[in-house]
Structures are given as C-alpha cells and as structure tokens.
C-alpha cells in the first residue's frame, strides 16, 4: 500500500456538500499542491480554502487533514469538502489524479482498514452492512459488528478451542499432563457456544436480506385488500371477481425494524386456464420459501372442506389463521382448528392490527438482538467450525493426532470470520505458557 488513493465518497446527485477523500502517504503533498488558504494545513482542523487548477478556481471547499495512523486507513487522509455538484466534484477528483493519485477500487478504503490491522474482516464487512441498512435496527446491529461485537465471540471461542488444542498437543509427548475428561467438557460447552451462534443466523438474513410473509387462501377471500391495508396504500387490484390476482405481487414494510417482504398471491383453487394455473403454482412455491404464511378466510360464510384441505397441505410453524370480513356478519367457525395463532379482522375497514401485532409476536418470537449473525459467509465458516468440532470431540481419548487436527481445521475455520490466521507458534506459546514441562 505505497501508492496514494483517491475517490468521491458521497452519493451521486445535487446535494450540499460532497467529499472527495485521499489515503495514502502522498496525500498531504496533493492538497499542498490543489489548495489556496489563508491558512497552513494543520492535523485534524478544517480549513477554509479554494481548488486551484493552474490559475483557475474549481470551488470553494473545506479542507481536512489527518496524520497516520490515528485514521480510518491508518494512512495519511485528506478530506475535500466540496459544493455536491458533480462537475465540481468530477474536476477535483481529476486534479487529485493528475497530482500522483490513483482512482480507488470499490471498497478499497475499508480493505486498507483491514490490511493495516485497524479492523477485522468481520468489521470490514460491517461496513458494508451499515451503509445498506433497511431499518434502524438493521444498522443498530451493523455498527455493533463494526465495533467487534462478534469477533469478540468468535476470538473467545477461538481462544477455547486454542487452548484445548495446546492441552492435547502437549499430551502427544506428555499424556501424564493430560486431562481428557476435562478437555472433553470444554470442547462440549464451546460447541454449544457455536450452536447458539448459527440460531441467531435467521434473525440475521431478516436484518440482512428481509423476511419474507406470504397471504395465501382461496380466492376472494380479501388477500389484495390485506395486502393494501398492510401498506396503506392501493398497491394490489381490487374487484369482487374472483380471481384478480394471477400474479405475485410484493411490497416490503417494516416490522419493528425488520424488513419484511409481504407477498399477495393468486388464489388457491381449481384452475381454469393455464395462467391461472401458473399463477397458483406460484404461490404454493412461494409458501415454500416464507418465513411467515399468513392464511387468510372469508369469515362471512362457513368454513368449507377446501380450507380444510389448504390448511393441511401447507401446515408450517409460522402460520397465521386470519378471519377477514369481520365488518360483516360472522359465519365462520373455525375453533376446531388448533396450535395456530388465529386473528380476526377487516381489511375493508382498515381494522388490521390484531394482524400487525400477530406478524411482530411471530417474527421476534426467536429474535435474539444479541445473537445476530447475518452474513452467509459467518454462517458456513461457522458450521464448517462444527463439523470439525464434532468430529474432535468423537476422536478424544480415542485418537488425539486425529483429534488434534480437527480442532485445528476447526480454529482455521473461525479465523476465516475475522481474517486471522492461527500459527504454530501461536499453539507453542499456549503449550509452554499453560505447562511447567521439564521440571
């Protein structure tokens, strides 16, 4: 990293301000040679100047040095704060190019946070999550992982495991050293550890990607109208014809901070024809892949054979029975339907709450903001960490070089979440540290 960077770091389009920034150890030479002030160039104070090409003035700007390695890269960083027009911006960014500055590649500013050692790679990753953060609690659990929140629990873990390897790689030569039940017991609690982490990998793809609640039942039972009421605007047609929707059609809204996709579907019947058969083949594929199934009746007439039949063939842990029409005369019964959450509502009214506060007990029902993982990345890195666990623990007292090199397979694969690499001499200082051999 010997070589200068530079990019427009704010979003394109008429604005304010906008900033092009500067890492690397010509950056402070750069601005020396663009900027005009009144003023010398001081660490860490913003000074007023102008951007000067040759005799012409670009813009009036801003300008902010600071020194390594107190910095986001730990490299020399110069801020330009810039008037948001893109030519302004444009113009600078070239003359900071011509100056000795190379056009950053997407992202490389965080890769020099990480390559210098100021963040892990989980943290690098963060980054990222905060600046596409759906909701406000999405971007809560963002900046936690930037500030370590789970490298902390995967270097405690990693650290367990660590020492468990050193016990038995020092029983290789030393057994009478070595305390196989109580390595047995730690290497058990660390997996538990690592088993509660993949749990909080569904609330994390919530936070990440979006849950995903899909309304369902037969046709003209008000699944459209639902599916407005939820956004509050007219998003879906609505006519008393029977089978409207062929389509699928999804708006995403937000539950208590986590994105949900909500998904209106053709409704569940015999087709006629064959875009209402595509249609219906649609949604039952889109029940498949919810998180949420939100069934929906018609409580102004019975309850029919072909509910029943629906019900049965969808039967998931997320299901939620809600009456709609409640505006009319009540005819449904459908107490006879049992382990099922069952709300009673009218979408034609805007009567949709019972509903709303239905899909929040359900979405936060397994919700641990503290247990979040949301990356697929950690996730595998994570089960793989597991598998080789596992097999360690089946391997103690049986076979420890075996056991040895699962753990180690095991630790490789947690360092892959935070990008540091476990050494054998990392393993030899746990062994002389934790040992008195040669007594």
């Given at each position: 990293m010997n070589d200068t960077i530079a990019a427009i770091s704010t979003p394109p389009g008429i604005g304010g301000i906008g900033i092009v920034r500067i890492s690397g150890p010509k950056s402070l030479k750069i601005a020396k040679k663009i900027f005009r002030s009144k003023k010398p160039i001081e660490n860490r104070k913003l000074i007023y100047g102008k951007i000067i090409n040759k005799d012409e003035v670009i813009d009036e700007v801003l300008l902010s040095y600071h020194k390594a390695p107190?910095?986001?890269?730990?490299?020399?960083?110069?801020?330009?704060?810039?008037?948001?027009?893109?030519?302004?911006?444009?113009?600078?960014?070239?003359?900071?190019?011509?100056?000795?500055?190379?056009?950053?590649?997407?992202?490389?500013?965080?890769?020099?946070?990480?390559?210098?050692g100021r963040i892990d790679l989980s943290q690098a990753e963060a980054v990222s999550k905060i600046v596409s953060a759906k909701t406000e609690l999405a971007r809560k659990i963002a900046v936690r992982e930037l500030g370590?929140?789970?490298?902390?629990?995967?270097?405690?873990?990693?650290?367990?495991?660590?020492?468990?390897?050193?016990?038995?790689?020092?029983?290789?030569?030393?057994?009478?050293?070595?305390?196989?039940?109580g390595i047995y017991k730690d290497t058990i609690l660390l997996k538990e550890k690592l088993d509660n982490l993949i749990l909080g990998y569904r609330s994390g793809r919530y936070l990440s990607d979006c849950a995903i609640g899909v309304i369902v039942g037969k046709p003209n039972v008000g699944k459209s109208s639902i599916l407005?009421?939820?956004?509050?605007?007219?998003?879906?047609?609505?006519?008393?014809?029977?089978?409207?929707?062929?389509?699928?059609?999804?708006?995403?809204?937000?539950?208590?901070?986590?994105?949900l996709k909500i998904v209106d579907t053709a409704g569940l019947c015999f087709a006629i024809d064959i875009v209402e058969k595509e249609g219906i083949e649609m949604a039952w594929a889109a029940i498949e892949t919810s998180d949420i199934v939100i069934l929906v009746f018609d409580g102004s007439v019975s309850l029919t054979d072909?509910?029943?039949?629906?019900?049965?063939?969808?039967?998931?842990?997320?299901?939620?029975?809600?009456?709609?029409?409640?505006?009319?005369?009540?005819?449904?019964?459908i107490s006879q339907i049992k382990n099922y959450p069952i709300v009673y509502i009218s979408a034609k009214e805007g009567n949709i709450s019972p509903l709303v506060s239905t899909i929040e007990e359900t979405l936060f029902s397994s919700f641990d903001e503290n247990n979040i993982i949301t990356s697929i990345r950690h996730k595998e890195a994570i089960e793989k960490a597991i598998f080789h666990l596992e097999r360690a623990i089946h391997e103690i007292d049986k076979r420890d070089e075996i056991a040895s090199i699962e753990l180690r397979a095991s630790i490789d694969s947690l360092s892959g979440i935070i990008g540091e690499k476990i050494t054998d001499e990392d393993i030899l200082d746990k062994i002389f540290f934790t040992f008195c051999i040669g007594k």
């Open positions: 107190y910095t986001y890269t730990r490299e020399d960083i110069v801020e330009i704060n810039i008037h948001s027009g893109l030519s302004s911006l444009k113009e600078t960014l070239s003359l900071v190019i011509s100056c000795g500055a190379r056009l950053a590649e997407p992202g490389e500013f965080t890769k020099r946070a990480y390559l210098s370590g929140s789970l490298s902390l629990k995967i270097k405690e873990i990693r650290e367990g495991l660590l020492s468990c390897l050193s016990y038995i790689e020092a029983g290789l030569d030393f057994e009478e050293e070595l305390d196989k039940e407005n009421a939820l956004l509050g605007t007219k998003r879906a047609i609505v006519t008393p014809i029977p089978g409207t929707t062929r389509d699928l059609v999804s708006e995403i809204i937000n539950i208590k901070g986590i994105p072909d509910d029943l039949v629906i019900l049965e063939k969808i039967k998931k842990d997320n299901l939620i029975l809600c009456v709609n029409k409640c505006d009319l005369p009540l005819a449904i019964d």
